[in-house]
């Protein structure tokens, strides 16, 4: 289970809306000098929030840990990545064997409507982030 700090925000019934309190991938400079802090602040002005299952009822203002089955990353990117590639790729194809250059340009942007519409109608609830406790995530520790 991939563990993550973060802090309630705000309630929904029986979900709840957290901020990450995860550190950077660099603290030197906590976040004021490096190109990818401007990017971040640029395009994430606010704090993003997500929604996550909250079956400890957590409330608002909690420090909690949330969790993410294993390999649910890379299904997601697998899912997020690879299907759009695979049905751009095949649909251009196809496009391009029966109608040339034209066929191969209108069958990759039909690949990609068709993955974008599988990707939103998909749902896949067991890999939810859930609330597991109230406090820190466990530090790593190696024996």
Known sequence: MIESPARVRRLEGNTAWVVSEAPSSCAACAG???GSSVFARFWHADEAEYPVANPIDAQPGDAVVIGLPDG???RA???SYGIPLF???LCAGLGSHFFGEPGAIGGGLCGLALSALWLRTK??????PVILRH???????ID
């Open 87 to 89: 049905m751009l790729l």
């Open 72 to 74: 649910a990353l890379l």
């Open 32 to 34: 004021k000098g490096c």
């Open 135 to 141: 406090g820190a995530a466990r530090s790593c520790q």
């Open 123 to 128: 749902a896949v609830p067991e890999q939810a």
């Open 77 to 79: 990117a697998i899912a």
